[in-house]
């Protein structure tokens, strides 16, 4: 062991994320010759060098787990996947019954019992742990209880985070019998949920930003501290050292923490990589927002494939459970809706696709398996050939008739949702709030649907916010009747003082300009808004483009202005809000405290696509 982790040299055993040799890890070797700005690629990378140890711990052993590890890891390989790769077993650190070791129980498809209880250690004694854990010191305590009765032959710790010098300290006084063979720090702190888009599953963190500054920023402490993390892990995962760091001014959450990450890259030279050639010498723009800037997002009804599943059936961890969904069948009840490669390839093609497109992708999907089906029919099978053939493809016959089976029923109980909900007619009322300005019209409308009972309680509650924000500082202050009416609507009175909450929280006096373009309109917006009001809006459920997709654009064209995102300089000690000479950046990193959604996740993945070989942006938060 060592004290704390020197400057590394690449290959160095602790701290180091940039070794030049991986012989038994192709993955991670192509991933360092593509050296694209891609989170699930990073995370793989390292979960294939963790489950063979880094190419030092060979043969049967078991994997351990905390509750967070165990998310980061589901979201990218599935039980099946690791279990094939010499582990034995899976299990929590944290729980010795071993409750959620199961990482993909839909897609083990048998394999081992995932509980390390007393008789299966009996077992296991004279196999090696690969230990996968974020650097807590409550962790570390469960490593020192272990490591004081070890129940297996050698342990390989892999953190997630840096890992303090303190608690390096403590875990070498206490590996008496010299189990631990390696320590290292594996930067695989955050879910990737798409390649560009990157969640650290944080949930609360609304009230984080709103108490900056004052003296309840304290109770938050803890999460703060975890947001920070997060985005140091991401930087390092991707190997990326900000040229640049600009935050939003709006936001104190953003500016302190803009402050904290330019200290430690100054600080911590484990931050500096070698500048190579092509895009990784490339400039790379740390962006950091604040959820506050925009609340009507995430108010807003989505019809794109991975938002609506999200919104409506819930999806966690890339877990969908359908358990209760009228007409599914037991082996759907819970199902996996995951973007990382060799997993779901439909998915993966269609999550950003509208219910319509959708719909006709799926019926696609339901013929060409039909149409293969009957071409392995167990009637054609007519000589030895054929049935060697039919065996032969079975298995992903079989593999295939479960991703159909899935798709449909998810559709099915969408295209159900969506009836019962009245959600087509909720959702075109709701762009109107959010796009136009008519606040008669809007206002009579809101009240029939407030009086509606085909209208759900949350659409009601929803639609109350959105109306409080677009008319907050209207001459006729309706919301006092609009919060009556949604009382009688069903409302619970809680839930409507929810829409004074939302104004504290983001109203004009603490949000930046920009949201509903009332203030410091430049001629690209007034030609925008003229050109939507002369052409039209080709679908009116999608008509909204959220505010960060102007601060896209605008730092990609250099036209991000620095009164508004200023630039955070000298190591997080300063700010300017001078930004000329910056370099236009080929890379931006997005971390938006407090959240992002699914709607701006597909408007990043559009930009992407419309400028690659440009500039590539990748879209990270607090949670989704």
Not at 36 to 51: H, N, P, T
Not at 170 to 177: G, H, I, K, P, V
Not at 554 to 570: I, V
Request: proline share 5%.
């Amino acid at each position: 062991f060592q004290s704390s982790p020197p400057t590394p040299p690449e290959g160095s055993t602790i701290g180091s994320t940039t070794s030049s040799e991986y012989p038994e890890c192709p993955l991670a070797a192509k991933i360092m010759e593509s050296d694209q700005l891609d989170g699930i690629s990073s995370i793989r990378g390292y979960i294939d060098r963790l489950v063979t140890g880094d190419g030092r711990c060979h043969g049967m052993k078991v994997l351990l787990l905390d509750a967070a590890t165990t998310q980061i890891l589901s979201c990218v390989s599935s039980q099946s996947e690791i279990l094939s790769r010499e582990v034995y077993l899976v299990s929590r650190i944290d729980d010795p019954r071993g409750g959620g070791g199961n990482t993909n129980s839909q897609n083990g498809h048998g394999g081992h019992s995932l509980e390390l209880t007393e008789e299966s250690t009996a077992h296991v004694g004279h196999m090696k742990a690969v230990c996968f854990l974020r650097p807590t010191e409550i962790n570390i305590g469960l490593l020192v209880k272990e490591l004081a009765s070890p129940r297996f032959s050698e342990y390989h710790l892999y953190f997630s985070g840096i890992l303090p010098p303190n608690l390096l300290d403590l875990l070498a006084e206490n590996d008496s019998r010299e189990r631990v063979r390696q320590v290292q720090e594996f930067y695989a702190d955050f879910l990737p949920i798409n390649p560009d888009l990157l969640s650290l599953n944080c949930r609360n963190t609304l009230p984080m930003t709103a108490d900056a500054g004052t003296p309840k920023e304290r109770d938050h402490a803890a999460l703060y501290r975890r947001n920070l993390t997060g985005l140091q892990s991401m930087l390092l995962a991707t190997k990326r050292q900000p040229a640049a760091i600009r935050f939003q001014k709006s936001s104190k959450t953003a500016r302190r923490l803009a402050a904290d990450i330019g200290e430690s890259i100054t600080s911590d030279q484990i931050f500096h990589f070698r500048r190579g050639s092509g895009r990784s010498a490339g400039n790379m723009l740390l962006l950091i927002l604040d959820r506050l800037d925009d609340p009507v997002t995430p108010l807003l009804s989505q019809w794109t494939y991975q938002a609506m599943v999200h919104e409506l059936l819930g999806l966690n961890n890339s877990r969908v459970i359908l358990r209760g969904v009228p007409n599914v069948s037991k082996d759907l009840e819970e199902v996996v809706l995951s973007s990382a490669p060799g997993h779901d390839d439909f998915f993966r093609t269609h999550r950003n696709s509208n219910f319509g497109e959708l719909g006709e992708a799926i019926q696609k999907l339901l013929r060409d398996y039909q149409a293969r089906s009957k071409e392995h029919s167990v009637s054609n099978l007519k000589s030895i050939e054929d049935m060697q053939q039919f065996l032969d493809k079975y298995p992903e016959l079989r593999s295939q008739s479960h991703t159909v089976s899935k798709h449909v029923a998810i559709m099915g109980e969408l295209a159900r949702l969506v009836e019962v909900c009245s959600l087509m007619d909720v959702s075109a009322f709701e762009q109107d709030l959010a796009c136009a300005d008519d606040q008669g019209g809007h206002l009579k409308e809101l009240m029939s649907k407030l009086d509606s009972a085909t209208v759900k309680i949350p659409d009601k509650l929803r639609l109350g916010m959105l109306y409080a924000l677009r008319y907050e500082n209207a001459v006729t202050d309706a919301t006092p009747a609009v919060k009556e009416a949604m009382k009688r609507g069903g409302v619970r009175p809680d839930d409507v003082a929810l829409v004074d909450v939302v104004l504290r929280y983001a109203g004009s006096k603490a949000r930046g300009p920009g949201l509903y373009g009332t203030s410091n309109k430049d001629v690209t917006s007034i030609v925008k808004s003229f050109m939507t009001s002369v052409q039209g809006v080709s679908n009116v459920y999608s008509q909204h483009s959220p505010v960060l997709m102007d601060t896209v654009e605008g730092a990609a064209r250099g036209k991000l202005r620095g009164e508004t995102h200023p630039l955070m300089a000298s190591g997080g000690k300063r700010t300017s809000s001078n930004v000329e000479g910056v370099p236009l950046p080929q890379e931006i990193l997005i971390f938006m405290v407090g959240g992002v959604t699914y709607e701006e996740a597909t408007k990043v993945n559009e930009f992407n696509q419309t400028n690659a070989g440009k500039v590539r942006v990748i879209l990270a938060g607090s949670t989704v």
